[in-house]
């Protein structure tokens, strides 16, 4: 490829309230907005890699799907510990799952929006 293409700038979840999704993310999973546009209704926060989260509101409904949604997944260190940290949170969180190459879980947003924290062994 002739560099047209240089990796993934951003993630665009959709949620239903700005104001209350900007302060989850900030709060439950420590991102630090980088851009707040109040008249788009977004806020593209900083993950602390190369690739940023933007979260924008919209008026549709918000539908996500285990087998049909695309989703960001996070790296962690320590899954077990990423799970009891955001259950402390009251993060809603499913069972971690370890298999040959990783161990991981998803947990979901106020909207339902699924993430997944991932430690690769």
């Not at 109040?38 to 940023?52: A, D, Q, R, Y």
Request: charged share 20%; hydrophobic share 35%; aromatic share 8%.
């Amino acid at each position: 490829m002739d560099n047209h293409l240089q990796g993934i700038d951003t993630v665009i979840v959709r949620v239903k309230d700005i104001d209350h999704s900007r302060n989850w993310y900030v709060e439950n999973l420590g991102l630090s907005p980088e851009w707040d546009d109040p008249v788009l209704k977004l806020v593209v926060l900083n993950t602390g890699g190369p690739t940023s989260l933007t979260i924008w509101q919209t008026d549709s409904p918000v539908i996500s799907s285990k087998e049909g949604s695309s989703y960001p997944i996070f790296r962690t260190p320590n899954a077990k510990h990423a799970q009891m940290a955001l259950e402390a949170r009251q993060v809603k969180t499913d069972p971690i799952i370890t298999d040959h190459a990783v161990t991981y879980f998803r947990f979901y947003d106020p909207d339902g929006n699924i993430m997944e924290a991932c430690q690769i062994h």
